[in-house]
């Protein structure tokens, strides 16, 4: 099959009319999409598509707009949760492996379980080594121990991705100790780190959470007597359990999670996201004894 043509943008729009999408404007149309690819924002058209490919009635381009936007704000707020949990998440496990296998431990492939592969493993630290060589701190270490660097050192170079397979690799009652500490258990935490990796991913690479299906699907702990929706509250549920700070939680992250909702309210459907009618009060911390944290 031959790759179709390039459009202009007079052409998407006369392409988006056909299908039945409503363009009040269409310079405002054709403005927006100089600056948002089409094919980008394609996908968001997906849940006002009919089995024809044509577009459910009265949908508008505005309303596609809209929640383009909506998107692009929340990612924004996740990742900045998601870099409070990744930090977090570094600083635990650097400080556990450099105190019991020393600053070096992770060097030592029998420090790992079976599954780990170090080959692989010693490689993509020293492809970041070089990848951040003009960094000074890099560049100092490798000038004063020779290219050693402490583990509490070298996590810093670990996408989030390096960090969840760092957990997994470690031996089991390692991973216990580590679940511990974030008040769960190790099978939890192992697919949480896993979740929140694609969610840091998706945001980063500016990928669309709007009726988006997650791969990577968390473990609930049963005792929330919740149901996977495999949409981002799944998401936001991991990242309520492993937020470090539940006070900001509350007071800035899910507090600018409502007015976002308020704010976009005419144009999103809350079942698109995973959102129930109790979505608020489930992702809200009460408090450090909250029986929603983990356990």
């Known amino acids: 099959m031959e790759l179709k043509p390039a459009r202009t943008f007079q052409e998407q ?3 988006l009319k056909s299908h039945g999408c409503i363009i009040e404007d269409e310079p405002a149309c054709i403005d927006f999409l100089e600056k948002v690819n089409y094919y980008r924002l394609s996908a968001y058209f997906l849940p006002f598509r009919d089995a024809d490919q044509t577009y459910k009635e009265g949908t508008t381009f505005e309303r596609i707009k809209m929640i383009y936007e909506f998107d692009q704000w929340l990612r924004l707020l996740i990742f900045a949760v998601v870099e409070n949990i990744e930090v977090y998440t570094r600083t635990k496990l650097a400080y556990f492996h450099g105190h019991k296998y020393g600053p070096h431990g992770y060097w030592a492939a029998e420090n790992f379980n079976t599954t780990h592969d170090h080959h692989h493993f010693i490689n993509q630290i020293q492809a970041e080594v070089e990848r951040n060589k ?7 270490h490798r000038r004063t121990y020779g290219g050693k660097f402490p583990v509490w050192a070298i996590v810093e170079l670990f996408s989030f991705g390096m960090l969840s397979r760092f957990y997994a690799d470690f031996p089991l009652d390692d991973r216990k100790q580590i679940a511990a500490e974030f ?3 190790e099978a939890y935490l192992g697919s949480w ?6 969610l840091r991913n998706t945001c980063a690479h500016y990928g669309r959470l709007y009726y988006a ?4 699907i968390p473990k609930i702990p049963p005792h929330l007597k919740l ?3 495999g949409m981002l509250f799944d998401q936001l549920l991991t990242l309520k359990l ?7 939680w509350n ?5 600018n999670i409502s007015a976002l909702v308020e704010e976009y309210s005419e144009f999103i459907e809350l079942s698109h996201i995973g959102f129930g009618e109790e979505w608020e009060s489930i992702l809200r911390i009460a408090s450090p004894q909250d029986k929603s944290r983990p356990q």
């Open 183 to 185: 008040h769960t258990k």
């Open 213 to 216: 299906m997650f791969t990577s």
């Open 134 to 140: 003009n960094a000074l701190w890099v560049k100092h």
């Open 193 to 198: 780190l896993r979740a929140v990796t694609l």
């Open 251 to 255: 007071t800035v992250f899910l507090a």
């Open 227 to 229: 149901t996977h929706t």
């Open 13 to 15: 729009v006369s392409i």
């Open 242 to 248: 492993l937020t470090p700070d539940p006070v900001t």
